[in-house]
């Protein structure tokens, strides 16, 4: 069933929309990702205009997360005060995101500083997850002795400590700040909510336990995500309602199960398998940016 | 009975010799629609262009057609990628102004055939020998580039094939791609005969958005602070919606 998207100017598959939505909203509960990462490079494979595939990516990363939000509250896996900390360092970062965007598009060369950052961060955040989850898999496996929630580290020395209670941690909000203006940053340019970069930061930077790190960054990415549709809807004028809507719909019912499904995983496992999407897309990536592309030649409109 | 018609056809048949006969024009021709409407299930449309003409078509020194039909002019811009420490990247490019979005042009013979190149290029007819101004690099690749892409997408048709049945009766169908441009669309049909075009006629096509496409476009360029609010509410309503549908705890 052929849908016609006002902004994107083109028509395509509803059911592929519904489908892709389906799949990303299962790995947005499953995971507590966005799921953005994986949403705007499949809708700029299949077409989607990379403007209009960005801020809408973003609408529904929004939604997706408001759903599995919903999910992990209702489990009572939160740290709101935590959540605040980090939005407010992502609002100064994307802030300043935003203005990094422009400038890289008046020097012409968005296409392959965004596909460089998704490769670097992608492939970085990937690599971390799979050796720290296969290692502690491992550790279970031999019958050690679970390691320390997490080590201290000069992080812990910092000043203006604050107790985030379901986090259980005593620690300076400094790095908490700066964890979130780091992402609030990199999902300005790469038009994410940055949960895939969240959830890894909060376990291994700040030493959250798992069980909460999950809602935790779905409260940040719904935040950061709204605050990008806002920017891209007002500035850039590419965010496709219908084409959120669609994704949407095949998402709530996907973010739902993935969600259910993600309780009974473990840990190191849910990390393990993360890591490693993480890294297939990464890879996927990085083919295209070396390989040599079918057409040398380029046509858009005049910006 | 007979005896009278008779004398008034007697009667008659000098009067029209001496009036001056109604002349019948060279060329009519039409479009089957004035406006193309995209609505939420559009998914591309053909427009037929059509008409007769006064003589024969294709016979050996006859008429012959040529259809042609213009989009608004949308400025492009064609980059090439060049290969740096092993990534493709954007490096230099090509914007050209004044290209038209849409371009078609059918004929019961290629233009080349039918028309001189000063007459052609004057006319704009055939994709070769439209003026595709460029600013930045001038190098010839780049105007190839465009000429490809641009078919390659079906924005641009070329030797489009005009039907013709009974000798004077001619048609040609041009399709629009779901990614077709709104605004005013202008066809022109000629008419030529011994290389040089002897009568023509333009026609008029609007495209449109209609209904909800319509309204969702005018909403999101008019009030985009109003439309950006509404995507987030509409985003996280669904999303709010769609744990209590498929609530599974």
Redesign the interface.
């Known amino acids: 069933m052929?849908?016609?998207l006002?902004?994107a100017?083109?028509?395509v598959d509803a059911l592929w929309l519904l489908g892709i939505g389906f799949g990303v909203g299962w790995l947005s509960g499953l995971f507590g990702v966005g799921g953005g990462f994986l949403l705007t490079p499949v809708l700029i494979l299949i077409g989607i205009p990379s403007p209009v595939a960005v801020a809408s990516g973003a609408?529904?990363t929004?939604?997706?997360?408001?759903?599995?939000l919903?999910?992990q509250w209702?489990?009572d896996n939160v740290d709101a005060r935590m959540g605040l900390v980090l939005l407010t360092g992502g609002f100064v970062g994307s802030a300043l995101g935003v203005q990094l965007f422009a400038l890289l598009r008046k020097l012409?060369?968005v296409?392959?500083a965004v596909a460089?950052f998704y490769v670097v961060v992608l492939g970085t955040v990937g690599l971390l997850m799979v050796r720290e989850s296969v290692r502690s898999i491992w550790r279970r496996r031999r019958g050690h002795a679970p390691v320390r929630l997490h080590e201290h580290t000069w992080l812990h020395g910092l000043p203006f400590k604050l107790r985030f209670r379901k986090s259980r941690l005593y620690i300076s909000v400094l790095p908490p700040l700066m964890v979130g203006f780091g992402i609030g940053i990199l999902s300005a340019v790469m038009g994410v909510g940055g949960g895939f970069m969240l959830v890894p930061a909060m376990i291994y930077l700040l030493g959250m336990p798992t069980s909460v790190v999950i809602g935790t960054s779905l409260f940040q990415v719904?935040f950061v995500a709204?605050n990008v549709?806002?920017?891209?809807?007002?500035?850039v004028?590419s965010?496709d309602?219908?084409l959120?809507?669609l994704l949407?719909?095949g998402?709530?019912?996907g973010?739902?199960?993935g969600?259910?499904m993600g309780t009974r995983l473990r840990g190191e496992e849910t990390r393990a398998l993360l890591g490693m999407l993480v890294l297939t897309v990464a890879a996927g990536l990085f083919w295209q940016?070396?390989?040599?592309?079918d057409?040398?030649?380029?046509?858009?409109?005049?910006? | 009975m007979i005896r009278l018609l008779l004398a008034l056809l007697l009667l008659a048949a000098p009067a029209a010799a001496q009036a001056p006969r109604p002349a019948t024009p060279p060329l009519t021709a039409a479009l089957s629609t004035d406006t193309v409407e995209i609505t939420t299930g559009f998914t591309g449309a053909s427009v037929l262009v059509y008409g007769a003409t006064d003589r024969l078509i294709g016979a050996p020194d006859g008429d012959e057609i040529l259809i042609v039909m213009w989009g608004p002019p949308l400025p492009m811009v064609v980059r090439r990628k060049v290969n740096l420490l092993g990534f493709w990247m954007n490096g230099p490019s090509a914007a050209f102004p004044e290209v038209p979005g849409f371009y078609a042009i059918a004929g019961t013979h290629p233009p080349w055939e039918l028309l001189p190149e000063d007459e052609r290029r004057a006319g704009r007819l055939g994709l070769e020998v439209l003026p595709l101004r460029a600013t930045g690099s001038q190098q010839p690749a780049f105007r190839a580039a465009l000429l490809d892409l641009k078919q390659g997408d079906r924005h641009w048709l070329e030797n489009l094939p005009v039907e013709v049945s009974g000798g004077r009766l001619f048609s040609a169908r041009i399709a629009f791609p779901d990614t077709v441009q709104t605004g005013e669309y202008r066809t022109e049909v000629l008419l030529v005969r011994d290389r040089r075009v002897v009568a023509r006629q333009e026609l008029f096509l609007r495209v449109q958005r209609v209904g909800s496409a319509a309204r969702i476009a005018s909403v999101a360029r008019q009030l985009p602070l109003v439309y950006g609010v509404s995507c987030i509410l509409l985003a996280a309503a669904a999303g709010w919606l769609g744990s209590i549908l498929f609530r599974r705890s």
Not at chain 1, 62 to 68: E, F, I, R, T
């Open positions: 052929q849908v016609y006002p902004i100017e083109m028509s609408n529904q929004l939604g997706a997360s408001v759903s599995g919903i999910a209702r489990r012409g060369q296409d392959l460089l719904v709204a549709t806002l920017l891209q809807a007002w500035q004028g965010v309602i219908v959120t809507l949407l719909a998402g709530v019912a973010a739902q199960f969600a259910a940016l070396v390989r040599r592309p057409s040398l030649y380029v046509v858009g409109p005049l910006p």
